[in-house]
C-alpha cells in the first residue's frame, strides 16, 4: 500500500469522523435547551450506551482485520465469508446486548442515576429503552461499515454513516426545537436513523456491491474457523471495551455524586474534546486496514512505517485543532447554553485535556489499534484493563472526590493513565512479539 491509497482511504474517514463528532455536538446542543436535568440524562446514559455499543463494535473491528489480511493475501473468496461472518456475528450479539438491557433496565438506572434529582431520572428511563431499541439497527451498520473499510472502500462506510447522522440531526431538528419533545423526541429520532441507515447498508451488500458476491442466505451460514478467526481478534477487544468502558461508567457514578452541573461540565467538555479528536480518530480507523493488509502480505518493514507515521501525523493534527479550537472556545461552548457557573470549569478541563493529549493520545489510541491490526489483540486489551482500573478509576477517585479537585481531577487522572498505556504499547512495539501472530 503506498501513500497515495492510504490517503484515498484516510479522507473519507475523515469526513466521516467530522460529521459524527461534529453532529453529535450539536445534538448535545440541542437536547441542553431542554434543560439541565435532560442533557445530565442524556450524557449519564450515554456512558452506557458507549459500554454496551462497543462490545459489538469491537467484534466489528474483529471483521474489518480479518477482512484487510485476506484482502492483503488477495483471497477474494474468504475476504465476501469474512463480510458475511461478520455482519451476522455482530447483528446477533447487538440484539441480545439489547434485549438484555431492556429487561434490566431498572437496576441499570438504579446504580447509574442513584443519587441524580428526579427528573434526570425520569429522562434517564425514556432515553435508555430507546437507545436499546436501536442496538440492533446500529450493530449492522457498523459491521457493514468495518467490513467496508476492511476491503479499502472507506466512502461507502462514509455514506453510510452521514445517511444514519444527518438523519439523526435532522429528525432532532423536528422533534425536539420544533415539537419540543425533549428527550423522548431524541429517542425516535435515534431509531429511526439507525434502522434507516441499517436497511441501506443491507441493500448495499446484497444489490449493489459487484465485487463480494454475497448471497443474503450467506447470513445464515457462518463458519465456525471464520467466526473463529474473527473472535480472535474482536473477543479481547470487546473485554477490553467492557473493562475500559466500565471504568469511565464507574467514573461516570463519581461525577453524579458531585451534582448536575459537575454531570454537564463532563458532558459538555467531552463533546468539546471529541472535536480536538476529530483527525486522529480518523488515522485510529485508517491504520486498522493499513497495518491489516500489510501483515496479510507479511510485510512487517511497512507495517512498522506506517504506524511511526500515524504516530507523527496524529500528534501534528492534534498541535493544529489546539491552535484552531482554542481561540473558538467562548463561541463553541455557548452553543450548549450552559450556566455561568460552570464555564470556567469547562475551560480548564479542555484546556488541561488539549494540552495532554499532544504527546500521549497517539501512543495510547493510535499505536494499540496498529498492534491489534497486526493479530496482537490479546496483549492490548490485557494492558488497557490492567491500567484502566488499577490507574485511572482509582486515581480518578482520589483527585476528584477525596482530594476535592472534582471534574477536573478526573481528567488528569484519565490523561495520566493515557502516559502509562503508551509506555506500555511503546516497549512492546519496539520489539517483535506484536508481528508474530499468524491470523490467517
Known sequence: MDYRQMISLFIPILIDQAFIIGLNLLNTAMISSSGVAAVSAVSTIDSLNVFLINVFVAVATGGTVVVAQYKGSGNDSMVSRAVSSSVTSVSMLSLAIGL????????AINLLCGSAAADVVSH???????????????????????AMRGVGKSR????????????YVLLN????????????GMTIAINIARY????????????LDATLHLRFRQLFQVPWFMLKKILFIGLPFAAEQMFFNGGKMLTQVFIVSLGTYAIATNAISGTIAGVF?????????????????CMGRRNIADARKFIKSFLWLASFSLILMMAILMPLFYPLVSMFNPPREIIDDIFWVVLVNALAQIPLWAISFILPSGLRAAGDSRFTSIASMLTMWL?????????????????????????????????????????KKWYEHQLI
Do not use: D
Not at 434507516?196 to 444489490?207: D, N, Q, R, S, V
Not at 493515557?418 to 511503546?426: E, N, P, T
Open 100 to 107: 438484555l438491557v431492556i429487561a434490566l433496565h431498572t437496576p
Open 124 to 146: 434517564a428511563n425514556v432515553y435508555l429503552i430507546g437507545s436499546c431499541i436501536s442496538y440492533l439497527g446500529i450493530g449492522i451498520v457498523q459491521a457493514v461499515c468495518g
Open 156 to 167: 461507502v462506510s462514509l455514506m453510510l454513516s452521514l445517511i444514519m447522522n444527518l438523519l
Open 173 to 184: 431538528v423536528v422533534f425536539i426545537n420544533f415539537m419540543h419533545m425533549g428527550v423522548l
Open 196 to 207: 434507516a441507515a441499517a436497511l441501506c447498508a443491507l441493500i448495499y451488500l446484497f444489490k
Open 277 to 293: 479528536q476529530i483527525p486522529a480518530s480518523a488515522l485510529s480507523l485508517t491504520i486498522v486496514t493499513v497495518v491489516g493488509q
Open 391 to 431: 490507574f485511572r478509576v482509582a486515581f480518578g477517585y482520589v483527585l476528584g472526590i477525596v482530594l476535592n479537585m472534582g471534574i477536573l481531577g478526573v481528567w488528569i487522572a484519565m490523561n495520566s493513565e493515557w502516559a502509562i498505556r503508551g509506555i506500555i504499547f511503546l516497549k512492546r512495539f519496539k520489539g
